[in-house]
């Protein structure tokens, strides 16, 4: 599957992920309204690596006011 118009954010991902194998560590939080291909960016960045590399994945709770941080203090 290809994305339209993500080149700029899968620059950033990358980058982040090269920095991120030199030994700096990288948290990438990655907002935006509902529908917009949050889901389908990720998923499509991840699939492009090598399978020897580790992702975290959180997400907001299915809350009408998710609890602030959710993600990251689970």
Known sequence: MDLLEREL?????NSALV??????GR???LG???GIGKTSL???FTQKLSPTACFLWGACDDL???RPL???HD
């Open 9 to 13: 954010s899968l620059r950033a991902l």
């Open 19 to 24: 920095e991120a194998t030199l030994g700096s």
């Open 27 to 29: 948290v990438v939080l």
């Open 32 to 34: 935006g309204e509902a």
């Open 42 to 44: 990720v998923e499509h």
């Open 64 to 66: 009408f006011t998710p």
């Open 70 to 72: 959710g993600p990251l």
